[in-house]
């Protein structure tokens, strides 16, 4: 893991390919936070339930893994976030420990700010505060998609909506070209189904031309057609 730091007068240099880059950097620059930048390697685990809730931390490149873990070891993926988001935000509204893991999905660089600096620039720069609560509110009902999709839609259309949020189907900018390796465990997780379920599906999609795996996992946009359908 390695850290960098990054001083109230440096402006981060923010992964060009996150999707929320623009509004991200006016946020992060306009502000000088400061922050140190870490790096985790695949599968290293950023912060365990329990952890004291003392930062947040914000995705400049790679994937990571939020979820819970229950007191018999069983495990659900509660979300998959990418470049632009920010995560671990429950220290600023009073939780004094981590309710979640957070999981380096993939080799992912993230800016640390501490409590007290995020909570320093929410209360003096106004502009950075709306675009802050813009987020996280647009994160809230992205949430609330994924339980509405738990409640009322098929496991194979909840593997197919999962599959198009990791490949930025909806999201800002473009579509991602090829999405990270994503475990068949770690997708069971996220949709409530069982491995062997997932891999049944992710074959019937290649199959159907919704997926494909040349030059690694990419998401057509017939898997999208598919989801729309009643």
Known sequence: MKVRTLSHNSKPKLNPEGRNAVNSRAFLGSSGMAGRTVEYR???????????????????????????????????VIALLGPGDFFGEGGIIGQPVRTRMATAMSASTLLVIEKSEMIRVLHTDHECSDRFISYMLSRNLRSEGDLVDQLFHSSEKRLARALLLLANYGGKGPPTKFIPRVAQDALAKMVGITRSRVNYFMKQFTKKGFIGYKGGLHVNSSLLKFVLEK
């Open 42 to 76: 695949t599968s290293k685990k950023i912060y365990s339930q329990g952890d004291p809730a003392s930062t947040v931390l914000y995705i400049k490149q790679g994937r990571v893994r939020l979820s819970v873990v229950n007191r018999f070891g069983k495990e659900a």
